[in-house]
């Protein structure tokens, strides 16, 4: 019975802490946010190219800048066909509101990354994916610091 | 997402549908090199073709959408030295080549030396989920084209190596070192000296896989079998 309290307090004390080291890491998540800058050139690639995606124009670098230039700096799209196209589904939508899903699909789809891995210690998994700095490179862009050296 | 929900599959006995759902890692299919490697490894033929299957036909929908001529127009785009501009930024084979001497010559026998280190690994691992956090790991690291945020991928790995009995402390701790910001900092932001970056990040998942491979498998565990 003891034993039995013991390792309830003790699995107790583990979830606290891994609650707290998961709020540590989103502050660091929010910090990379608010310092971001390059928010959103991926999906504006994306975005950009699901419009030329079927028009056989997919990779004409020309057209593709020209509509990425509306909403960012362009770079090149190395998606496939199919990967653009599938981008579609939120390419009908005006650009800031399907900015907002895709960064909600890209949260959901890591929470499935972190629930669906077989065999991770779910806790440490969660803890680790609040801590990802990649992870927050993935939403947010990279953080405007001044380059050293 | 897709590489942990075909992992999933597999674990739960539907090796076609998990060939299915890993055809889904086409959308960064140049991160995903692990996980054929992983199929043929450990001899998951029905996942393979379930996969094979798959591919093909979102190969045939690039040229229903696309026209014939989108192979020639996408090798173009690839080659264009403006689509992969910051090598010495990225953390993998072709950053860590970039700074040696015949950096295309390093790259290829680094990338041969990673995958042959991967397939033992894969064929030793019984353990699905480390070896689909190997084959992540590795795929990161034999991509010609990824930069700070595909680093995410190196997670499920970090996390078995810090969770595992058996593992070296030494190892844990560099696990740790690298789930904080730090190494991405050193890549990313600290100029001429990102190689120290991306041998922290390359040296980690050539330690953690050769450490599979070298520590010995207790009596009575099973060889790797497919789902």
Request: include cysteine; proline fraction near 7%; charge should be positive.
């Amino acid at each position: 019975m003891q034993m039995a309290s013991s390792s309830l307090t003790t699995a107790r004390a583990r979830t606290v802490l891994a609650v707290f080291a998961c709020a540590i890491g989103l502050a660091e998540y929010l910090w990379i946010a608010a310092n971001s800058s390059g928010f959103g050139v991926d999906f504006n690639q994306f975005y950009s190219a699901s419009r030329l995606a079927g028009t056989g124009r997919l990779y004409d670098w020309d057209a593709l800048r020209k509509i990425e230039a509306e909403h960012g700096p362009p770079v090149h799209t190395g998606r496939l066909p199919v990967v653009a196209f599938g981008v579609k589904l939120v390419g009908w939508m005006p650009y800031s509101t399907a900015h907002a899903v895709w960064v909600a699909c890209g949260m959901v789809s890591f929470l499935v990354f972190a629930l669906a891995w077989p065999g991770l210690n779910r806790p440490l998994m969660a803890v680790a994916v609040c801590w990802s700095a990649p992870a927050a490179v993935l939403f947010w862009g990279w953080v405007r610091i001044p380059r050293c050296g | 997402m897709f590489a942990a929900a075909g992992l999933l599959c597999l674990s739960r006995g539907r090796p076609r549908l998990a060939g299915a759902v890993f055809a889904l890692c086409i959308c960064k299919y140049h991160l995903a090199l692990g996980f054929p490697i992983l199929l043929v490894a450990q001899k998951r033929w029905n996942a393979l073709v379930g996969g094979a299957a798959a591919i093909a036909i979102l190969l045939g929908a690039c040229f229903w959408i696309e026209g014939p001529g989108w192979p020639r127009r996408y090798w173009q785009v690839l080659a264009d030295p403006a689509f992969s501009p910051a090598a010495p930024r990225m953390a993998n084979l072709r950053g860590i080549a970039w700074w040696l001497p015949w950096p295309t010559a390093a790259e290829i026998v680094l990338a041969i030396a990673v995958a042959c280190l991967l397939w033992t690994f894969l064929r030793r691992t019984t353990d699905l989920g480390l070896a689909g956090a190997g084959a992540a790991a590795g795929g990161l690291l034999l991509a010609r084209h990824g930069y700070a945020g595909d680093c995410a991928l190196l997670i499920p790995l970090l996390v078995f190596t810090v969770q595992r009995p058996g593992v070296a402390v030494w190892l844990k701790c560099w696990a740790v070192l690298l789930l904080t910001p730090a190494p991405l900092f050193l890549v990313v932001l600290v100029a001429n000296k990102q190689f120290y970056g991306q041998l922290l990040i390359v040296g980690f998942v050539v330690a953690a896989l050769l450490r599979e491979c070298l520590v010995k498998r207790p009596t009575g565990d099973p060889p790797a079998q497919p789902a």
